[in-house]
């Protein structure tokens, strides 16, 4: 690992989290906030009613208030995924307090520490980490890192609205090749309130700081250097319940930044809306139109455009075993340069989460996004199958496996990419407090562009020390 100040101040950090939290002696009686780190089990009594968050709503990333994903997260594209949340509307339900009985969750699940309205969740994770092509690049050169991770989650216990977020710090140094340090920052932050019995707004906020992946197919078209990447979003949503329709306004504005190519800055500015009609308390069919701009710091650029969404489709939620939403539709990108004609395409996008009993939980989702790229390309037009599995062989251990597949259309210039991913976990909860954890990783691109295709393997063994 690296010699630097920043590490000790982030291992500083989370010793001091871990003292704080035994010096309070205030320890939280509900759940913690769901995420990676839950077990199957949780997950599935939330679908079944037992939590006081909604196991319906999920969705696929958009655009709308939630950080865009980074160069590395869409390992080498800088494509906008797709743009409108597929997840149902969710008016306001009756006011509840966010206690849950902590006999639902057993003698593994994190406590997290109280103070004062908040339910904080620290967590420090350290990481060894072999790698056959760090950079996931044609010529392949292997690493061994070193990773400090730590992690921040909190939640607010009020009666009535309610606010939460999640900080991170990756610091990665390498023992082989000899580089500079990596370090990660992200920041998202949630806030819903309760403007009556039938309305909600959600505000939404984020921001990513990393440095850009070496084999990014719009930073290889621009010449460009490497780059710090910073992405910068905010979204507002107003859901409200009018008798049997469910109604949806959304906007929201998303920023890129390289530091070291200011020509490939650019902004995304986002408008949409949603009308459901509620069929049954199960079975909502619905109509989804969405408008963005995208428009570069320095113009007039010829990835300056327009991109018009419209869906039709329909979420089932409540099921006592499964959820989802099911859409199709067209998608249009237009662009301002003259002479530059518009592309579109028909798409299906769906999203669904089967729990057939408390062991197991199984994701699938399918996304569509169209949108402009620096390539000699006019579009890139990308489709991304996922499946995931978690299957818990105990209370204390959990196997879990994920899968992802993408084709990459770049239309104009007959390129065509298959990228996909494939992992294996595991999470060996020692106690309450400590967690061993592995992870295996496969990533490969194929394409029809010489000089592209890669394949990679990483390695990743960890201890994670929660409260």
């Known amino acids: 690992m690296a010699n630097g100040s920043l590490p000790l101040m982030v291992l500083g950090l989370g010793c001091g989290l871990c003292v704080v939290g035994a010096a309070a002696q205030t320890y ?30 999920f969705g696929l990333a958009d655009d709308v208030g939630q950080p865009a994903p980074t160069a590395r997260q ?18 306001a339900g ?12 057993g003698p593994y699940e994190a406590t997290g520490l109280s103070v004062g309205s908040f339910d904080l969740y620290p967590s420090l994770t350290f990481w060894a980490r072999a790698d056959d092509n760090v950079d996931n690049s044609r010529s392949a050169q292997s690493s061994r890192s070193g990773r400090i991770e730590g992690d921040v989650r909190f939640q607010s216990n009020w009666s009535r609205h309610q606010l939460s977020g999640r900080a991170n710090v990756n610091i990665t140094g390498y023992q082989s090749p000899k580089r500079q340090p990596d370090h990660d920052y992200a920041f998202e ?6 403007l009556g019995a039938v309305t909600t707004l959600s505000l939404r906020s ?3 700081i990393e440095r850009e992946a070496a084999n990014s197919v719009e930073l290889r078209a621009s010449s460009g250097t490497r780059s710090i990447q910073t992405v ?35 902004q995304l500015f986002t408008l949409g809306g949603r009308v459901g009609y509620r069929y049954t308390d199960q079975v909502v069919p619905f109509v989804d139109v969405e408008m963005s701009r995208r428009s570069f710091d320095q113009g007039p650029n ?9 869906a039709i ?14 859409s199709v539709g067209q998608i249009v990108w237009k662009p301002d340069q003259a002479g530059q004609t518009s592309d579109r395409g028909f798409y299906a996008d769906a999203n669904l989460i089967w729990s057939p009993n408390a062991l197991w939980q199984i994701t699938a989702g399918l996304e569509t996004s169209l949108s402009s790229t620096s390539t000699a390309a006019s579009s890139v037009f990308s489709h991304q199958f996922t499946l995931g599995a978690d299957y818990e062989v105990r209370r204390n251990l959990t196997l879990g496996a994920d899968l992802s597949v993408t084709r990459q259309a770049y239309k104009g210039i007959g390129r065509k990419d298959w990228v996909s991913r494939a992992g294996l976990d595991a999470q060996y909860r020692l106690s309450r407090n400590a967690q061993l954890v592995g992870r295996y990783q496969h990533d490969r691109r194929s394409s029809t562009a010489p000089g592209e295709d890669f394949t990679s393997n990483l390695f990743e063994l960890g201890v994670r020390f929660q409260k």
């Open 302 to 310: 010829a990835q300056d455009g327009d991109r018009l969404r419209g």
């Open 206 to 208: 984020g921001l990513d």
């Open 74 to 91: 869409l390992d080498d594209l800088t494509v906008v995924p797709p743009s409108y949340p597929v997840q149902s509307v969710q008016p």
């Open 94 to 105: 009756p006011i509840q307090s966010n206690a849950r009985s902590a006999e639902i969750f």
């Open 28 to 57: 939280r009686s509900s759940a913690p906030l769901p995420d990676a780190q839950d077990s199957v089990w949780s997950r599935h009594m939330q679908l079944r009613g037992l939590s006081d968050e909604d196991g319906s709503d």
């Open 232 to 266: 910068l979003s905010g979204g507002a949503q107003l859901d409200h319940q009018a008798g049997l329709f469910e109604l949806q306004l959304r906007g929201g504005l998303t920023g890129e930044t390289f530091d070291q190519d200011k020509s490939r800055d650019f």
């Open 313 to 326: 489709g329909v979420s089932v939620r409540n099921r006592e075993k499964w959820s989802g939403d099911f």
């Open 189 to 194: 932050g949630d806030l819903r309130l309760d």
